[in-house]
Structure formats: structure tokens, C-alpha cells
């Protein structure tokens, strides 16, 4: 069992930076792949970035590509989304997700097994 709670959201103009954190709870976090999603009003739920369990692997959508970038903390039990360049487009709610580190889906899936509850990224123009 994870838990897991996002930080670190708010309220930024384009072109500015924001760094998100994911705290998780747990022995096994080392166990998991991590990942970072995001919700805009009105679209559905997409993927932006994932991290291998060992922090060996990144994966990103194209949209942020080159912008932001994901690590983790094991030892802290922490992810974490560094976001530079913002952009208005970049505002959503973001979720903080753990999956397996045995899927042999990862990283094309977007099944993960625990979410947290999201924070709030706005971009103002």
C-alpha cells in the first residue's frame, strides 16, 4: 500500500518555474515506478511524465518535453516535477501516481495502482 501527497502547486505567470513534490508513505516505495498526470477542465486525464524505480529511466510527453523534468528522492521517498517555461496551456490539476515496478506495461501504461489527490497548477498569461 502507497500513499501519496502532492505539494507544491499554484499560481504562476507564463514563463515562470514550479517545482511539484509527491510524498509518499510506505516500505516499498523503491518498488514502484512513479508518474505525473494532469486533469484540465473540460479534458480528460493525460500523462506527462514517468521515472523508473531506480530514477535510471524518464519518459515525457511531448507537450513538456525539454520543460520539465522528473526525479526521485528513494532514500526521501519523494518525486518530484520540475516545470520551467510555463505555459498557460500547462494548467491542470497534477497527479502524483505509483505503479509496479514488475508491469511489463511501464512506461506505455497509464494504469497505475495508487493516485494521490492532485494539486493546482495555474499559468496566467
Known amino acids: 500500500q502507497v500513499q501519496l501527497v502532492e505539494s507544491g502547486g499554484g499560481l504562476v505567470q507564463a514563463g515562470d518555474s514550479l517545482r511539484l513534490s509527491c510524498a509518499a508513505s510506505?516500505?516499498?516505495?523503491?518498488?514502484?515506478?512513479m508518474g505525473w498526470f494532469r486533469q484540465a477542465p473540460g479534458k480528460e486525464r493525460e500523462f506527462v511524465a514517468t521515472i523508473s524505480w531506480s530514477g535510471g529511466s524518464t519518459y515525457y510527453a511531448d507537450s513538456v518535453k525539454g520543460r520539465f523534468t522528473i526525479s526521485r528522492d528513494n532514500g526521501k521517498k519523494t518525486v518530484y516535477l520540475q516545470m520551467s517555461s510555463l505555459k498557460p496551456e500547462d494548467t491542470a490539476v497534477y497527479y502524483c501516481?505509483?505503479?509496479?515496478?514488475?508491469?511489463?506495461?511501464?512506461?506505455?501504461?497509464?494504469?497505475?495502482?495508487?493516485w494521490g489527490q492532485g494539486t493546482q497548477v495555474t499559468v496566467s498569461s
Open positions: 510506505g516500505r516499498t516505495f523503491i518498488s514502484y515506478h
Open positions: 501516481a505509483a505503479v509496479h515496478g514488475y508491469d511489463s506495461n511501464w512506461p506505455k501504461t497509464n494504469e497505475y495502482d495508487y
